[in-house]
């Protein structure tokens, strides 16, 4: 899938969509695939700022599955930090576990990602790269 950030692959199981690969690659035939690319087109486009194709999380778990989905809490045009994620954990001092929940993350953009910023405000990483962070901030004119 083509996409202002560079080509886009989406896996599925029969339960769901199940990753968002930065990088050209053959996505799954499904009807989650489907789903997920037209939400994608109207979330590029900004006329989408939630979506709802189901999700198959099976490959995390443990504390990085904790993150990915509370990663779905943080609303279009808002952030986060990493830090305040590990707290909304009960975890206060796992940031650098928050981060590494953020980097193994399968669904990015559906599961926000973009939207974690270092505690001063600062861009950290991204799997996609921090241009393509960067212009998702921006689309949401949350940077």
């Not at 990915?68 to 279009?76: D, K, N, P, T, V």
Request: charged residues 20%; neutral net charge.
């Amino acid at each position: 899938m083509d996409t202002p950030i560079g080509p886009l692959t989406l896996l599925a199981s029969p339960q769901g969509l199940t990753h968002i690969l930065f990088g050209p690659g053959e996505s799954t035939d499904s009807p989650f695939v489907e789903a997920a690319r037209v939400q994608l087109e109207e979330y590029f486009a900004g006329r989408r700022r939630t979506f709802d194709v189901p999700l198959d999380w099976g490959a995390s778990s443990g504390f990085r599955l904790r993150v990915q989905r509370h990663l779905l809490s943080i609303g279009y045009g808002h952030t986060s930090s990493y830090g305040e994620i590990a707290a909304a954990l009960d975890a206060p001092r796992a940031a650098r576990a928050v981060g590494s929940g953020c980097r193994t993350n399968p669904l990015p953009i559906i599961a926000p990602c973009h939207r974690v910023l270092r505690s001063d405000g600062s861009l950290g990483g991204y799997a996609g790269g921090l241009a393509a962070k960067e212009w998702l901030l921006r689309l949401e004119g949350a940077w």
